[in-house]
């Protein structure tokens, strides 16, 4: 396993973009990856996916707006948010797609206008 450090998230109006990033203490070249956010009062949740083999997966509630990547010889996972929505608000964390390692802190974002 591996600790991951999440960072990027700021406090945005609907409508804008932020890029957050996700260093990993490896390598990420083999592993199935994932961000996932939690919003006050409700469940975390798998909002994208990015497996070993390139493929993305993303939730419907952020499909055409976020686009999940990778840059391996930096062992750092990115989520580029772009039209965020109030609803977007919440704390954003990565992990390896089914979150078997130890979480990190997490990066808040938060979208208000």
């Known amino acids: 396993q591996l600790q991951l450090v999440e960072s990027g998230g700021d406090l945005v109006q609907p409508g804008e973009s932020l890029r957050l990033s996700c260093v990993a203490s490896?390598?990420?070249?083999?592993?199935?990856m994932g961000w996932y956010r939690e919003a006050p009062g409700k469940r975390r949740e798998l909002v994208a996916a990015l497996g070993a083999d390139g493929r993305t997966d993303y939730a419907d509630a952020v499909k055409g707006r976020f686009t999940i990547s990778k840059d391996n010889s930096k062992n750092t996972l990115y989520l580029q948010m772009n039209s965020l929505k109030p609803e977007d608000t919440a704390v954003y964390y990565c992990?390896?797609?089914?979150?078997?390692?130890?979480w990190g802190q997490g990066t808040q974002v938060t979208v208000t206008s």
């Open positions: 992990n390896t797609e089914v979150g078997l390692w130890p």
């Open positions: 490896g390598s990420l070249r083999w592993i199935n």
